[in-house]
């Protein structure tokens, strides 16, 4: 496998970043998650807005132009030959001395891209049998709109949810309200089979996956509301289930061990995740 560091493209196994990188140190970067499907890679102009976005909210000058970034993705995916897989971009404000304050301005960004491929079998499993999550209280920063690498509840949360024998979790705020999954967006199919998700304005990461996905429930006709919703509602629930661009749309059948409607994936989740492949560019 081969990774791209500070441009240079290096065996995996031998991929660095300094240990003064500010990634490192702080947590200082972003990251962005996309897939390949078929060699095409999905909703990649989304995924630079909003790493642009990440950067310019802290402030973090990007290493690159777009044009450029997207050659040297292609690049990564084509030496790993990617052909259905992942590639992870991360930005970080650079490798200086530590110390809190930004460094100096002609700090170079580090920036690194490595690629993976995955086995679409295994993926139509999850979508086969869904998943079980397990709900936590919200415990993170309210810059969560940002898409830091700093994702230490995120890993706790994860992990505790395996710990329980679960695949996944669900942050929920202290009144209850549904906020997102550890890294996905979640929506449900309510009872009256209206599809809600919330809104992303603020206390989540304004999902790729979910922008284009509000795009697809317009062409299938889907009725639509963007609002909170609370556990109880969850709960009662006809479907369930997590976008994001590692896993399109995934099905949630049991949530803190209770059954989700009959326990098994819906036929909303998967009608939209075979038309989302249409939809996404
Ligand atoms: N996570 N919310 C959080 C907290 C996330 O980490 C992610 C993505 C999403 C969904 O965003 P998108 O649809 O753009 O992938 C929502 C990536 C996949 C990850 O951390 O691996």
């Given at each position: 496998?081969?990774?791209?560091?500070?441009?240079?493209?290096?065996?995996?196994?031998?991929?660095?970043v300094?240990?003064?990188?500010?990634?490192?140190?702080?947590?200082?970067?972003?990251y962005?998650?996309?897939?390949?499907?078929?060699?095409?890679?999905?909703?990649?102009?989304?995924?630079?807005?909003?790493?642009?976005?990440s950067?310019?909210e802290?402030?973090?000058?990007?290493?690159?132009?777009?044009?450029?970034?997207?050659?040297?993705?292609?690049?990564?995916?084509?030496?790993?030959?990617?052909?259905?897989?992942?590639?992870?971009?991360?930005?970080?404000?650079?490798?200086?001395?530590?110390?809190?304050?930004?460094?100096?301005?002609?700090t170079?960004?580090?920036?690194?891209?490595t690629?993976?491929?995955?086995?679409?079998?295994?993926?139509?499993?999850?979508?086969a049998?869904?998943?079980?999550?397990?709900?936590?209280?919200?415990?993170?920063?309210?810059?969560?709109?940002?898409?830091?690498?700093?994702?230490?509840?995120?890993?706790?949360?994860?992990?505790?949810?395996?710990?329980?024998?679960?695949?996944?979790?669900?942050?929920?705020?202290?009144?209850?309200?549904?906020m997102?999954?550890?890294?996905?967006?979640?929506?449900?199919?309510a009872?009256?089979?209206?599809?809600?998700?919330?809104?992303?304005?603020?206390?989540?990461?304004?999902?790729?996956?979910?922008t284009?996905?509000?795009?697809?429930?317009?062409i299938?006709?889907?009725?639509?509301?963007?609002?909170e919703?609370?556990?109880d509602?969850?709960?009662?629930?006809?479907?369930?289930?997590?976008?994001?661009?590692?896993?399109?749309?995934?099905?949630?059948?049991?949530?803190?061990?209770?059954?989700?409607?009959?326990?098994?994936?819906?036929?909303?989740?998967?009608?939209?995740?075979?038309?989302?492949?249409?939809?996404?560019?």
């Amino acid at each position: 496998r081969i990774a791209y560091v500070n441009g240079q493209y290096v065996a995996h196994s031998e991929a660095a970043v300094h240990v003064e990188d500010r990634g490192f140190q702080f947590a200082d970067g972003v990251y962005e998650v996309c897939e390949v499907r078929q060699g095409q890679i999905i909703d990649l102009t989304r995924h630079l807005t909003r790493l642009d976005r990440s950067l310019s909210e802290l402030k973090i000058a990007s290493s690159m132009s777009r044009t450029a970034l997207t050659l040297v993705v292609r690049e990564v995916l084509r030496r790993n030959r990617v052909k259905n897989g992942i590639f992870y971009m991360q930005v970080t404000r650079g490798a200086a001395r530590r110390d809190h304050f930004f460094p100096a301005a002609d700090t170079p960004p580090t920036l690194v891209i490595t690629a993976k491929s995955t086995d679409p079998s295994l993926m139509a499993k999850k979508y086969a049998s869904g998943i079980s999550v397990i709900t936590v209280p919200e415990n993170r920063w309210d810059r969560v709109d940002i898409k830091t690498v700093g994702l230490l509840p995120n890993v706790l949360a994860k992990q505790q949810a395996r710990d329980a024998g679960a695949q996944d979790a669900i942050f929920v705020d202290r009144n209850g309200i549904v906020m997102e999954g550890a890294s996905s967006n979640v929506w449900i199919v309510a009872a009256d089979g209206t599809l809600v998700t919330r809104p992303a304005e603020h206390g989540i990461l304004r999902g790729v996956t979910r922008t284009t996905l509000l795009d697809v429930t317009e062409i299938l006709n889907f009725k639509v509301e963007e609002r909170e919703f609370q556990m109880d509602e969850l709960l009662a629930a006809r479907e369930v289930f997590f976008t994001s661009a590692t896993g399109s749309c995934v099905p949630i059948v049991a949530v803190d061990g209770k059954p989700i409607a009959n326990g098994h994936p819906g036929t909303v989740s998967s009608s939209i995740r075979n038309a989302f492949f249409d939809v996404a560019e």
